[in-house]
């Protein structure tokens, strides 16, 4: 075992000091110390998009970054998305759209899509085709999936 | 049942949002990897990196002796642990294929569990499984089923059974044939990957001398009564519970070894035991499925009618039996002939052994392969006899008028038993609506002018709703909240919204007062699981007569406390009022409830609660029907296929939630295309996995799959179940690999081209190569 | 799939990171870049470094600018920074069309350019870009500065010229004069995966004939390279069918196509002269 390193990130908006081994993943940061166990794991090798969180606002693989490397940084995740009881747009048009079965691939998706629309909320059918498939899921074929993020898209452009 | 005015929601046939949804979208899902116990150890296991080969030894000091180790086991510490069992009970023929826990003696397969350590995280678990010294003497690998068999430890040959079945004369119908058509055709290798892999935590509470396994899915009734044959315990000391689980697909929830080590180590240990798949082990341990190669051939006459099937066929099996015995054998037979009359039938299933991982079923077992080889055929009898592969399959057609339809083939038990359908019905209402005819035109245009481009159809029947029997109990809280219990299962399929609205509708209630129990073994005796496509047909079948038991006992203690007499009453969004008045005199069901509470007054000599528990037997499983039509873009140059169009036919018999369905259809036919075109587990010479990664094992992403059109019907109600549900998981995939071959097929010009699967480009590109 | 133990070093100038770097290699200390190579080659214990620097935080690495004819490309700099044209005229359109076909938008918010030169998959579009174009890689040790040609950089798969002392500080792309035309054309099975094969074609016509000819050819072979035997037949041609279909062939005549499990040797050359063909043609349109 190597030598512990203190850091301290935050996650939706909570600030957690954790003493972690460098070679714990992100992922496992969030999940196993800091108990936020909606980021979930389906390849540990940077596939699937199960993991996806945004670090300082930017869609990434949490599997494929160390925790070390989060030191300061703000980290949204799926438990985050709502505000308080209100569903975030995305939530709401996935569960209106049937855009989930097991819901295992679903946070990946959720933040995959929110950190793609917060960026460009003006983006096209086809452009968002192309950043929905860097998630994989095995349920649903997707069809649902791409109707959710494009009613939440239009939905939030929209409301402003 | 419901009035225009009210504004409850969840009937059958509406497609209401799923109750699972909220904590899914919310982050607040509980899968296995986020169930923790205080003191828990992690279990990592230590892998064959060997195809074949006698174990000499093992060697795990230097594992235990590493920081943080609790304990490292190998075959000789769980000598009194008998291999896993099958699912079904004993059976003395295939008792010697059967897997054990951690490999004795030899090794079959890459990825065949030799050790298991116990950590304090799983880190250091990993780190420590690097340390357990393998010597093995390594065997010949037997890759291939239809390879000659060799020994299986000195005691029978790796062809552990011959599965046939079969009626009439073959003989006689092949001598009277005008012509026999024949061909071979091999379906890959692959199977159902879900997204989640596998997990399981294994407690012992020895104050109550309870053993508790965490990460049960699919059938955990039946994984319980598996342990506590294996382990000797009764079933009330042996509880399994399943939480969320990230998609099943039949192969996840079977009962693996990994299964039986968290639990006879946690008693063992005295701590919970934590157990996580990571993917690449995934990929080599947990069941594979699908790999056949047929040869078949069939007697026809000139106007394309079959008089006879002649099917033998190779099943990989892998290197071991687990726990569906040869189910997949069985379910391969019993269905190749499809929706088609076949007057005489034979098929020979050589299930054999061999060096790679263990088979089992996957999403439409059995269905899948069949459907490809069969529809292959009747394409190939069309260019034989120079006939529409439209009009082969109308000549043979099993007719309206002739069912329900009588085959005597066995499918898990049951006979084959066609419920009323319109297979051409149905087929006339999919060529409307795909615009059959000018289609052709328009893809032979688009051919003239050099595109590679075709269609191709695939017609099966599908089967749902294995018996014989399921049960439900229900229970109304005196605050009209709704606990229905069941022994169902769900692996994200939308089982609790389907039950609830079962439920709902017999209750008259809303949908979203339901609170649907499944997969806990402590909660009802009994289950059946999912599998099968029978939760919802069996299990919801259950949950109707418990709901219509619980209303009319309901209505009986309310008609008395109305003063009314219980026909004159009904229930509306919980509220149970007069038929002729509905806003005079009324009662909620939460009172109807605290009326017939222990101690209430009211309940005179009524059986405490309202509550119910009914049962269900089914005497034959439905046969849903449906086809698959694809357009597929050949690239001639790079072997790429497109699939620019799909459609699905399906007749449902009633639906539920079409919603839902849908889902099940879409999500089927993307791993069908999957299948078809893109995930293969191919294994070199020396028997070593080449596709333990997601960079090898190809699931498609949404680029490669099409949106396809659904045309789900509900022409033909099941006769076999009072709802008139059949079963909706499976139809998805069962004709995609046989669609899109045949478009495949079409689109370049070259019948019967495409007899394997997946056809990657670089197949396709070699067909296209030799044909030039 | 847990990655075995390291040290983490986070140094944050260019000095201490080579300095660090100097101190383990020896140790397999290595860089950590973007990570999206490294981390699931360590989950799967392929690597098992004993040592990560990383770099990330060594602001000075970032930067992307164009000194004089050259575009210079820091080691920290993101694949997504190329979703927008770095620079005016051909380079910086170039750049914005190959990346779209590099892994996917979360990959490329994190994974560098100069990471996947330093990695030198065969199927990296930016090794092959950085071949095609005749590249220079920076090379920075403790002892000093080294300056390396793409043609002397790649060796073999994941294997590379770069000493294991040297950070790949930047990478320098020449600047492409306005009357270059290019075409790029990559196959793999599934969005995002890495190519079987792939290749960028760039020409300019002087005269209406074609001058100056790059064909590089990566993901075909075990690294990517220019294709000299196919630039010989365009040179001094007229743009047609044929001669593109000329050079096609003779690009897929002069590799040493690799072969795997799942790709043999006959499939990548076949491709090779589909995707030159096609991209020369979308060079000329
Ligand atoms: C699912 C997936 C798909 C992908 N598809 C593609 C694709 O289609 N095309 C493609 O090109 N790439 C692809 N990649 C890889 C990705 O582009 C990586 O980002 C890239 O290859 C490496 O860059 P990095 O910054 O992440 O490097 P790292 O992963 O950090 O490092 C990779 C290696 O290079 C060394 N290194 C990194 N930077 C330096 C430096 N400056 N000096 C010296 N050594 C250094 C490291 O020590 C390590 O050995 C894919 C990755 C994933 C996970
Ligand atoms: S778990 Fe991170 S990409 Fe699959
Ligand atoms: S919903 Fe199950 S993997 Fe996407």
């Keep these: 075992m190597s030598e512990r390193k203190d850091i301290a990130l935050t996650i939706n908006g909570a600030d957690y000091e954790v003493s972690v081994d460098p070679r714990w993943t992100l992922a496992d940061v969030i999940r196993d110390h800091c108990g936020q166990t909606g980021t979930h794991l389906g390849c540990e090798h940077g596939i699937c998009g199960a993991c996806t969180v945004l670090v300082d606002d930017v869609p990434m693989r949490s599997c494929l970054m160390f925790g070390v490397q989060a030191d300061g940084k703000k980290i949204r995740t799926v438990e985050g998305l709502a505000d308080g009881e209100e569903y975030h747009p995305l939530q709401k048009a996935f569960m209106e759209n049937h855009a989930l079965q097991c819901g295992y691939c679903t946070p990946g998706f959720l933040m995959l899509a929110t950190g793609i629309l917060e960026a460009e909320p003006d983006i096209s059918d086809e452009d968002l085709n192309d950043v929905l498939s860097s998630n994989l899921c095995r349920c649903t074929g997707y069809a649902n999936i791409v109707k959710a993020v494009r009613a939440a898209r239009d939905e939030m452009k929209a409301a402003g | ?203 012992y509470d020895a104050s109550r001398d309870v053993l508790e396994m965490y990460g049960a899915a699919k059938v955990p009734h039946r994984n319980r009564d598996t342990l506590c044959r294996m382990l000797n315990r009764p079933a009330s000391g042996v509880h399994l519970f399943e939480g969320h689980t990230g998609g099943g697909f039949g192969i996840r929830g079977e009962l693996y070894p990994e299964d039986v080590l968290v639990c006879v180590a946690a008693m063992r240990l005295g701590r919970p035991v934590k157990w996580i798949e990571d993917r690449q082990e995934h990929l080599m341990a947990a069941n594979h499925s699908r790999q056949q190669i047929h040869k078949i051939r069939a ?66 077992p059995g269905r899948c392969e069949s459907t490809f080889v069969r529809e292959r055929l009747m394409d190939e009898i069309a260019t034989e006899l120079d006939l529409d592969p439209v009009a082969v399959r109308r000549r043979n057609l099993i007719a309206l008028e002739e069912m329900p339809w009588h085959r005597d083939l066995d499918v898990l038990g049951d006979s084959v038993e066609h419920d009323p359908g319109d297979y051409a019905g149905l087929l006339d209402q999919g060529l409307e609506q795909m615009h059959w005819d000018e289609l052709q035109k328009e893809l032979a245009q688009r051919r003239d002018n050099g595109e590679m481009v075709g269609v191709g159809l695939s ?156 049962w269900f037997n089914i005497d034959h499983q439905t046969y849903p029907y449906g086809h698959h039509i694809a357009v597929v873009k050949v690239d001639g140059e790079t072997g790429e296929v497109e699939i620019e169009k799909y459609f699905i036919a399906y007749d449902i018999g009633r639906s539920i939630n ?69 079963g909706a998981g499976e139809a998805g995939i069962t004709g995609a690999l046989a669609a899109v071959a045949a478009a495949i097929d079409d689109a370049i010009g070259i019948p019967g081209a495409i007899r394997e699967t997946p056809i990657s480009p670089q197949r396709l590109k070699k067909i296209l190569s030799e044909r030039a | 799939m847990k990655p075995a133990a390291f040290e983490y070093h986070a140094p944050t100038t260019v000095d201490e990171a080579v300095a660090l770097l100097a101190e383990h290699a020896p140790n397999d200390g290595r860089i950590l870049a973007g990570g999206q190579s490294l981390v699931p080659t360590m989950a799967f214990r392929l690597a098992r470094p004993t040592h990560l620097i990383d770099i990330n935080n060594v602001g000075e690495l970032g930067k992307i600018s164009i000194e004089g004819e050259t575009l210079r490309i820091g080691a920290t700099v993101r694949h997504a920074q190329f979703h927008t044209p770095v620079c005016d005229g051909v380079l910086g359109q170039l750049l914005t069309d190959v990346v779209a076909h590099i892994a996917h938008y979360p990959i490329r918010q994190r ?92 020409y300019r016509l002087e005269g209406g004939k074609i001058a100056d000819p790059h064909i590089g050819v990566g993901g075909a072979e075990d690294r990517p390279r220019r294709i000299s035997e196919a630039e010989a037949v365009l040179t001094g041609q007229t743009p047609s069918d044929e001669i593109f279909r000329a050079a096609a062939d003779a690009a897929a005549a002069a590799i040493d196509p690799m072969e795997d499990h799942a790709t043999n040797a006959q499939y990548r050359r076949d491709l090779t002269a589909t995707l030159v063909r096609r991209a020369l043609e979308k060079a000329a349109s």
């Excluded at chain 3, 998959?121 to 040609?149: F, H, K, N, Y």
């Design chain 2, 1 to 203: 049942m419901a009035t225009a005015t009210n504004k409850m929601l969840g009937h059958l046939g509406d497609s209401v949002e799923r109750l699972e949804d909220p904590p899914l979208v919310t982050g607040k899902g509980r899968f296995v990897g986020d169930i923790n116990f205080p003191h828990q150890l992690h279990m990592r296991i230590v892998r064959s990196p060997y195809a074949h080969g006698k174990i000499k030894s093992v060697d795990t000091s230097e594992a235990k002796a590493h920081p943080g180790v609790v304990a490292v086991w190998t075959t000789d510490d769980i000598e009194d642990v008998p291999p896993i069992d099958f699912r079904e009970g004993s059976n003395p023929t295939l008792a010697l294929f059967r897997q054990y826990a951690l490999a004795r003696e030899l090794v079959r397969y890459v990825g065949d569990p030799v050790a298991a350590v116990f950590a304090e995280d799983p880190y250091t678990a990993e780190d420590a499984s690097e340390l357990v010294v393998l010597d093995v003497e390594p065997l010949p690998a037997l890759i291939r089923a239809d390879d000659p068999p060799q020994d299986f430890k000195g005691q029978a040959t790796t062809e552990a059974a011959v599965v046939e079945q079969g009626y009439g004369d073959l003989e006689e119908a092949f001598s009277s044939a005008y012509k026999v058509v024949e061909i071979e055709a091999k379906v890959g290798r692959h199977t159902g990957v879900p997204m989640e892999c596998r997990g399981a935590i294994g407690r």
């Design chain 2, 299 to 364: 007697a026809v006459e000139e106007d394309g009618n079959i008089l006879a099937l002649d099917d033998e066929l190779y099943l990989d099996q892998g290197g071991y039996i687990r726990t569906h015995g040869t189910r997949v054998a069985n379910m391969t037979t019993g269905t190749l002939p499809g929706p088609y009359r076949i007057p005489v039938y034979r098929s020979i299933c050589h299930f054999r052994l061999t060096n790679k991982t263990p088979a089992a079923t996957y999403r439409s």
């Design chain 2, 459 to 614: 017609m099966f029947f599908e089967k749902s709703g294995l018996g014989p029997s399921d049960g439900a109990k229900i229970f109304v809280d005196g605050t009209g909240h709704i606990e229905v219990v069941t022994g169902g299962a769900s692996l994200g399929q939308g089982f609790e919204t389907a039950m609830a609205q079962i439920c709902a509708e017999d209750l008259g209630t809303d949908y979203r007062r339901i609170r649907v129990v499944h997969g806990q073994t402590n909660r009802i005796d009994y289950g059946v699981g999912a599998h099968a496509s029978r939760a919802t047909v069996l299990t919801g079948t259950a949950v109707s007569k418990t709901a219509q038991a619980v209303r009319a006992k309901a209505l009986e203690m309310a008609a008395e406390l109305l003063q009314t007499t219980p026909d004159a009453l009904d229930i509306t969004d919980g509220v149970i009022h007069s038929k002729d008045n509905p806003s005079g005199p009324s009662l909620t069901l939460g009172e109807v409830a605290e009326a017939l509470a222990p101690t209430s007054p009211s309940r005179g000599d009524r059986t405490p609660y309202l509550a119910g528990e009914e």
């Design chain 2, 658 to 726: 079409p919603m839902m369905i849908e889902g099940q259809l879409v999500g089927g036919l993307a791993q069908g295309i999957g299948g078809a075109l893109y995930e293969e587990f191919t294994y070199s010479e020396a028997g070593d996995p080449q596709s333990v990664t997601f960079a090898d094992y190809l699931i498609p992403t949404l680029h490669e799959i099409p949106n396809p059109e659904i045309l789900l019907t509900e022409d033909f109600p099941s006769i076999r179940t009072p709802l008139g549900i059949k």
């Design chain 3, 111 to 202: 994974g560098t350019f100069c990471g996947s030169v330093a990695h030198s998959d065969p199927a990296s579009e930016w090794c092959m870009v950085s071949a095609t174009l005749d590249a220079t890689m920076v090379a920075q040790s403790s002892s000093g500065e080294r300056l390396i040609p793409a043609a002397e950089f790649f060796e073999t798969v994941m294997t590379t010229t770069l000493n294991e002392d040297e950070l790949l500080r930047e990478v320098r792309i020449p600047v492409l004069s306005d009357d270059t035309v290019y075409g790029f054309e990559e196959f793999n099975r599934r969005a995002g995966d890495f190519a079987i094969s792939m290749t960028l074609v760039t």
